[in-house]
């Protein structure tokens, strides 16, 4: 993540692979929920919720070379 007022330098937030745990369905949705560490202060966590609906989990589908993506994760 990078300040959206300024150039800065990236800082990590998440540090590992998303786990079923984090993706819930509310009736057509996709929610994904994240918790991450703040960028500010040391030893506290952000609870961030994304919403996705299918409109927007096929766009990023159709966007994504799928084939090659499944292959590299092999």
Do not use: C, H
């Amino acid at each position: 993540m990078r300040p959206a007022k300024r150039d800065g330098n990236p800082k990590e937030l998440f540090e590992r692979a998303i786990v079923p745990e984090d993706v819930t369905m509310d009736g057509e949705e996709t929610v994904l929920t994240l918790i991450v560490k703040d960028i500010y202060s040391k030893g506290s966590n952000q609870r961030y919720t994304i919403t996705l609906t299918a409109d927007d989990l096929a766009m990023i589908l159709d966007s994504a070379d799928i084939a090659e993506v499944l292959k590299a994760a092999e």
